[in-house]
């Protein structure tokens, strides 16, 4: 559909709050879209915010939040989650009272909360399952979210119109847009990204603290690469996420972990045949997660 017929043609101004990896890209993504109006961005430092203008990303560089939502017909938020709640007080005066407002953070229950204590009806959470491990506006680039998924989680008390905005906001962004209860997204996304996450930052902690990690260093191929790449993500952003969904993510390390010592007690019996049973099901199990995603990017692009 073109974007002049799109419930975006509507939308004047756009404020993004957090103009990095992915506030950056969905910025130029809608841009490649063909979206016409004004794109205010804001970053807590400074130099982020010029950088966003000087590389084309945003038409404004604001130098508040409250600055760059002030007439902003929608708002979307791209901090880390435990940073929503303090921002969305900050912005909530000076939003105008029919501005959509939405997120990229990789959890929700605890933000679509706050947002709704806030702004009613009127915020919508979402998540586009994208990214890579490079961070900055300097990473984004306009085909980021192409052939991924943004999970949107409206409750019984979002607006039909915010959420017809933020669906197709993140249509024109190139996503296959999926609903689902923010705390449904939640168990979920802790145990496909918020634990690989963990998994990656533990085996190179592991790693660096071995005492031949230099010359360990010499003898690492694909696998551990492939493995560890995601440990190169944010550290602060991840711990940050880690905590704000931590219940699930818990959760999640205690499965893995019964997993983990079931194959050590295979280890220590010597049980091949056990061991390549549960190997055998782990491949036919990744398998079947490649088939799902035949059509979508892979690598780096799926990191969210």
């Not at 841009?31 to 109006?37: D, N, P």
């Not at 105008?96 to 702004?119: L, N, R, W």
Request: proline share 5%; net charge neutral.
């Amino acid at each position: 559909m073109p974007l002049e017929e799109h419930v975006l043609a509507g939308v004047e101004r756009i404020a993004v709050l957090g103009v990095g990896l992915i506030g950056g890209s969905l910025a130029l993504a809608l841009r490649r879209a063909g979206y016409s109006g004004r794109i205010a961005g804001y970053s807590r430092r400074t130099a982020e915010s010029e950088r966003a203008l000087a590389l084309g990303v945003v038409d404004e560089a604001a130098a508040t939040p409250a600055e760059a939502v002030a007439g902003a017909d929608l708002v979307v938020l791209g901090v880390p989650p435990g940073a929503m709640p303090a921002l969305m007080a900050q912005i909530a005066p000076t939003c105008a009272g029919q501005a959509v407002v939405t997120d990229v953070g990789s959890v929700k229950a605890a933000v679509v909360a706050a947002g709704e204590a806030q702004f009613g009806g009127r915020f919508i959470g979402a998540h586009p399952i994208a990214g890579k491990e490079r961070h900055g506006v300097a990473a984004a680039e306009a085909g980021l979210f192409r052939h991924s998924r943004c999970v949107i989680t409206p409750t019984a008390t979002s607006d039909p119109r915010a959420l017809d905005l933020v669906r197709a906001l993140w249509a024109a962004a190139g996503c296959e847009v999926l609903e689902m209860p923010p705390a449904v997204h939640d168990e979920a996304l802790a145990v496909t990204s918020h634990l690989p996450h963990l998994l990656a930052f533990a085996l190179m902690e592991q790693f660096a603290a071995h005492p031949r990690s230099k010359e360990l260093s010499r003898l690492t191929g694909g696998g551990f690469r492939d493995f560890s790449r995601i440990a190169s993500s944010d550290p602060a952003l991840w711990a940050d996420i880690a905590l704000q969904n931590r219940e699930a993510l818990l959760q999640a390390v205690q499965i893995y972990q019964q997993t983990l010592e079931r194959f050590a007690e295979q280890l220590r019996q010597g049980d091949q045949a056990a061991l390549a049973a549960g190997f055998a099901r782990a491949k036919r199990a990744r398998d079947a997660v490649l088939a799902t995603h035949s059509c979508s990017k892979t690598g780096s692009k799926h990191d969210g």
